[in-house]
């Protein structure tokens, strides 16, 4: 019997429910059974899988190096290996979510960010994977939850905050979330999923107030020079105090998260085909900075309290 027989049967079942394009499950399926072809990838991804099943603090960074040494051997793309990677990893992740009395749902939403970052790879690289493999162990680690629209964790902040006449300390706890780019962000969801991780990390806070912070080029203060307020990005904005912009120049990163692209020599070519769009490449055009601002609001009973 195939040692890698099990993992495939669980990821032909997984990523249907992740909603993987049919052409990509069957790229990852192939990625798979070049290692279980190969007798020594098969033992040496086995050991990988088995680092976490023995502990969810393992070391993924040194998992990740691995990956991109088996690619070249087993012939698959670094990006494909990552992807099918987190597949098998989710076998071990499942049972602990069982364990840890998480529901299925919350198991699925958390790892159909796989699928959003397959859409990204394939629109920027046209390869199936992920070229952010270094996002996931978050999730892996059972610290990072998708809750409705958007992602949460707990952090500690670096530094002391003030919110009107709140001080919140060093070393706090807040829910830190991410915004996935999975549609538009509807505000009436976003607000639910406030309410969705304030229960669920309800214990977290006991009888302090649940802080909210977010991190994000969507709060960059410039977005709200030519986007309306009660847009979408205009209520999400409005939900913050935002008490920290930082700028820089125009990156991979930039080009990536607007724009959709790997890189661009040339600004005057940048796609103008949104607002937002139309006014980020005109920016960089300009030479401009762009950046990102850090927001902060209270929740309690349901309701943002900014002030």
């Not at 989710?90 to 069982?98: D, F, H, P, S």
């Not at 390869?127 to 610290?143: I, M, Q, S």
């Not at 009107?164 to 706090?172: N, V």
């Not at 639910?192 to 909210?212: C, G, M, S, T």
């Amino acid at each position: 019997m195939n040692p890698l027989s099990e993992f495939r049967s669980f990821i032909t079942d997984l990523m249907p429910k992740l909603a993987f394009p049919a052409d990509s499950q069957s790229t990852f399926l192939s990625a798979l059974d070049k290692i279980s072809a190969d007798k020594t990838a098969t033992v040496w991804f086995l050991s990988l899988l088995a680092q976490h099943d023995k502990s969810e603090t393992c070391d993924y960074p040194q998992m990740l190096d691995h990956i991109k040494a088996m690619s070249e051997v087993v012939g698959v793309h670094e990006y494909t290996l990552s992807t099918l990677l987190f597949l098998c990893l989710a076998k071990k992740l499942r049972e602990r979510y069982g364990e840890k009395e998480i529901s299925e749902e919350i198991f699925i939403a958390s790892l159909t960010d796989l699928t959003y970052k397959l859409h990204e790879c394939r629109e920027i690289y046209k390869l199936d994977g992920t070229y952010v493999a270094w996002w996931f162990p978050g999730y892996f680690r059972l610290t990072r939850f998708a809750l409705g629209r958007l992602q949460f964790e707990i952090v500690r902040l670096q530094k002391d905050y003030k919110i009107g006449e709140t001080l919140l300390p060093k070393d706090s706890k807040a829910i830190n979330m991410h915004i996935p780019r999975s549609g538009k962000l509807i505000h009436d969801e976003v607000l639910e999923a406030y309410k969705l991780a304030a229960e669920f990390f309800r214990d977290e806070f006991q009888n302090e107030p649940v802080i909210f912070t977010c991190n994000s080029w969507l709060l960059y203060p410039f977005n709200f020079t030519f986007l309306p307020k009660e847009s979408n990005l205009g209520l999400f904005y409005g939900d913050f105090n935002v008490v920290e912009v930082s700028e820089y120049e125009a990156s991979s990163g930039t080009f990536r998260t607007v724009f959709g692209l790997e890189d661009v020599t040339d600004p005057s070519e940048l796609p103008r085909d949104t607002t937002l769009r139309r006014a980020y490449a005109e920016r960089i055009e300009k030479g401009e900075p762009i950046g990102v601002g850090r927001g902060f609001f209270i929740y309690e009973d349901g309701k943002i309290i900014k002030e």
